[in-house]
């Protein structure tokens, strides 16, 4: 399953960088298979890439989505656990006198800091909070924080003020029952705040005239729930292959195995012919295998239209080598998450072209990978939770429902 | 309503029985009308016969399905009843010492059984328990038993073992209240085997080298819930015309009637014309005819891609009157209740072809029935339990939900 982030798009003149791209392979695939569009999550609901990536998988998104910090936290590699509370975490700069919620955030992102590795063993050490807890760092100024322990609550507020110059936000409890969570929360803010206030570290960098990385701030919570395995709700071993954190920890907590490789970046740069060679090595150990490629949707994020269009093309080169796969053994699906258009620079609800290559399926007429092309295809329009049943059957490792 | 059980396939070489098929009659209907494809359960579930017409009926079978037995015990003949719990049961050989239970299932069909008349009347007469039971025979080995009275349950296991050289299995509750149902099921089992034993048709059949038909397997146990009948719902009387016991059984639960015919076999045999016969002239005193065609999804099972081809032409030649009929007047629905392809031999969730027939349909360009065809059609892509509501509002039963 190729998933293209973003790939698709709403016309310009008619025109969409896919639509114009140069894709002989992509259309290839789109010829010898059977295409449609696709809601990933429903129509018109605009879909985050994770609610998508669960969706594609066949995790309703309405059910299973716990909100991003337990996505975060286990892309990140935390071992998330049923129960566990999560937030995603930002390196702040704060200035002020007082407690930590008197202080008002001066940068949000530290100066782009981006080695806290001695900042983050600290926190790990020196805070003492009423509740476990694991912190661990992302790309850059980026973190994951995770509490464990009975009875926490999802049910709280964040911290992070989202703008320069708020204040640091005390975390509130939304329900009865969130109380404890909600403390547990500020204490943890309070605490993580004076361990970096009074870090060598960042004593060095004020010395140097860099921002201190003297906060935490904290937001997308979410409560991880029991979510049944991929492999033991359909038989099939997962790998997944992304440069993306987001998409890393859908993978990780529906039990998938991460396929890591440094020349992964999930960004403009990532080597696509290292991802398709890791793709091809995976299908020879793993049952189903998700190669997720990001940076279409950021050059929708960006509005640049011909940065995305030259971007569909390099993927359309790397691809050269699916189309030797052998289609009476594996079932291609190549879609989209989500429509990111550069004329709207986020995403939108605009269905994505789906194709799906494998012997068993009733060819269509279709015989290029667009936006103006798909629907004319046999799938006709359907929703992204129905995907993995389609495939299952064609796979024939469905079951019979009734006699 | 016409079911073509099974016409449906996955291409060989980019052929199917039904695109290869010369089927004049049916392209036409396809023109006439207004096409498209279904999935009668849903994307990717992979439909039985009983399930699909359930949905194909308008009944959501998510809601209605009560599993196989109560529907085999009702296509049988057996005026199931709300609250009934019924299994297929098999006429089976069973050998060794001490209680039935204790013996080995030597043949799951004894001999392939035909003439059970008198083993059933036996059963019936000689066998008491602590409920009331109807047993009737089906076609072949084949019977169904229904147990009636108070506070049954279905949460019990089948006593089949499904094997040849397997014990034959006690009935063992499933949850707690079912246990009565249990003992009762097991001292019919005994009971029963008791009976057979020592009937003298069993004695007659050892002597001449036959199996003894000695033993009674249950499976496919269900409990028949509350249906709203077909009539009430909609408002117009049903008549079912089909040689398969399953789809008999579907109609009867529903408050269906049965037209039956000796010429009528459910089988490759069945007579075509007869059963167009039957139809038209059903057309005439109800309102609502359902006429299933099964043998298509037999060749499917078989693997016979040639077989299905030409009975799909021998339907479509018995179907040239039914391009007689005003459509100003009756609407005609074709369709499939799931695909069955020769290379599956099972049947798969690929959406079957559908055409309505009725002058006030918006006719779209598809002029040959096909799966290669139908997607292009102007119903696009629809499910199952659509279908009833779509046909109520082509012909104006339909009511209006708000202002």
Same mark, same amino acid.
């Given at each position: 399953m190729l998933i293209l982030d973003g790939v698709s798009d709403r016309p310009i003149n008619g025109k969409t960088p896919l639509s114009e791209a140069y894709t002989p392979n992509l259309d290839k695939l789109a010829e010898l298979g059977i295409n449609g569009i696709m809601d990933t999550i429903a129509p018109g609901i605009r879909p985050g890439s994770d609610t998508a990536h669960l969706a594609l998988l066949g995790y309703d998104p309405f059910k299973f989505y716990c909100g991003r910090g337990p996505i975060e936290a286990a892309g990140a590699g935390i071992e998330v656990k049923t129960g566990d509370v999560a937030f995603r975490v930002n390196f702040a700069t704060v200035k002020g006198e007082g407690s930590i919620f008197e202080k008002i955030v001066i940068d949000r992102r530290a100066g782009r800091i981006n080695d806290t590795d001695e900042l983050v063993k600290a926190i790990n050490e020196e805070v003492k909070i009423d509740s476990d807890f694991i912190f661990k760092r992302g790309s850059g100024h980026r973190g994951a924080l995770v509490l464990r322990g009975e009875n926490l609550s999802d049910k709280v507020t964040d911290t992070d003020p989202k703008k320069i110059g708020g204040r640091v936000k005390k975390c509130i409890a939304l329900e009865k029952g969130a109380e404890r969570t909600a403390e547990i929360v500020n204490d943890f803010m309070q605490k993580s705040h004076e361990v970096l206030e009074r870090h060598p570290f960042n004593i060095k960098r004020e010395r140097e005239g860099l921002l201190k990385a003297n906060a935490l701030l904290l937001r997308g919570v979410g409560k991880l729930f029991s979510l049944p395995k991929f492999e033991e709700r359909y038989g099939m071993s997962l790998a997944v292959i992304?440069?993306?954190?987001?998409? !890393?920890?859908?993978? *990780? %907590?529906?039990?998938?195995?991460?396929? /890591?490789?440094?020349?992964?970046?999930?960004?403009?740069? +990532?080597?696509?012919?290292?991802?398709?060679?890791?793709?091809?090595?995976?299908?020879?150990?793993?049952?189903?295998?998700?190669?997720?490629?990001?940076?279409?949707?950021?050059?929708?994020?960006?509005?640049?239209?011909?940065?995305?269009?030259?971007?569909?093309?390099?993927?359309? !080169?790397?691809?050269? *080598? %699916?189309?030797?796969?052998?289609?009476? /053994?594996?079932?291609?699906?190549?879609?989209?998450?989500? +429509?990111?258009?550069?004329?709207?620079?986020?995403?939108?609800?605009?269905?994505?072209?789906?194709?799906?290559?494998?012997?068993?399926?009733?060819?269509?007429?279709?015989?290029?990978y667009s936006e103006f092309d798909a629907y004319k295809g046999g799938l006709c329009r359907i929703r992204g939770i129905d995907l993995m049943n389609i495939i299952l059957d064609l796979i024939d490792k469905a079951k019979k429902y009734g006699a």
């Open positions: 992304s440069g993306t954190i987001l998409i !890393k920890g859908v993978g *990780r %907590i529906v039990g998938g195995e991460l396929i /890591e490789d440094s020349r992964i970046t999930g960004g403009k740069d +990532t080597d696509l012919n290292a991802k398709v060679d890791l793709a091809l090595k995976a299908l020879k150990s793993y049952d189903f295998v998700l190669l997720h490629i990001k940076a279409c949707d950021e050059y929708g994020h960006d509005g640049d239209f011909d940065g995305k269009r030259k971007f569909i093309e390099k993927i359309d !080169k790397a691809l050269e *080598r %699916i189309l030797s796969l052998d289609f009476s /053994e594996i079932c291609v699906v190549i879609s989209a998450d989500h +429509t990111t258009p550069v004329s709207v620079r986020d995403h939108t609800a605009d269905p994505v072209p789906l194709s799906i290559v494998f012997d068993q399926v009733r060819k269509d007429d279709v015989k290029r």
